[in-house]
């Protein structure tokens, strides 16, 4: 009997145990963003590392290269936050820009009529053809899978997947 009240004991403080844990983790993980911003603001070595999530791409950097065979790769998996740049290596102007062609407005707050406008800046749109040797890049904050094409050679296409 007395080893029975023990071992009940000791599974109900195991379960108190692992409430209060999940109960402390889950705000931190609903204010990931807050946080990321709140560090950009104030950096603090100390806090950074710990707290920056592991799907958190921000920072890293990823290039397509668009060769007169198309854009290589054709499909790119990266995470959220990512900065994906789209090299010119072909023998002619790109355009690389958010699937449909010819409107753009495939991606989020992305449009081929934004173009020109201030809201340009959050459009997956290079909104202009890119030389032979130059480069667009673009930070892709919206999860999901998007196709993208070149907007003056419209039968090349690729997809980028961001997790
Ligand atoms: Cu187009």
């Known amino acids: 009997m007395k080893t029975a009240i023990i071992i009940i004991t000791i599974v109900v403080l195991i379960v108190i145990g ?18 990321e911003e709140m560090i950009e603001e104030s950096p603090s070595p100390s806090l950074s590392p710990t707290i920056t999530p592991e799907e958190d791409g921000k920072g890293e950097v990823s290039t397509i290269v668009y060769s007169d065979s198309g854009f290589s790769p054709r499909t790119l ?29 495939a991606y989020p707050n992305s449009s081929l009529s934004f173009c ?8 997956f749109d290079a909104c202009q053809g890119i030389a032979v040797g130059g480069e667009f890049s673009f930070v892709f904050n919206e999860i999901g899978t998007w196709a993208y094409h ?3 050679e419209a039968r090349q296409v690729g997809t980028i997947i961001i997790r």
């Open 18 to 35: 692992l409430f209060l844990f999940r109960s402390g983790s889950n705000p931190e993980d609903i204010n990931d963003n807050q946080e």
């Open 77 to 105: 998996e990266v995470e959220r936050g990512t900065t994906v740049i789209f090299k010119n290596n072909s023998s002619q102007n790109f355009w690389p820009a958010s699937a449909v062609h010819p409107i753009h407005s």
């Open 116 to 123: 020109g406008t201030a809201r340009a800046i959050n459009a």
């Open 150 to 152: 070149d907007h003056l």
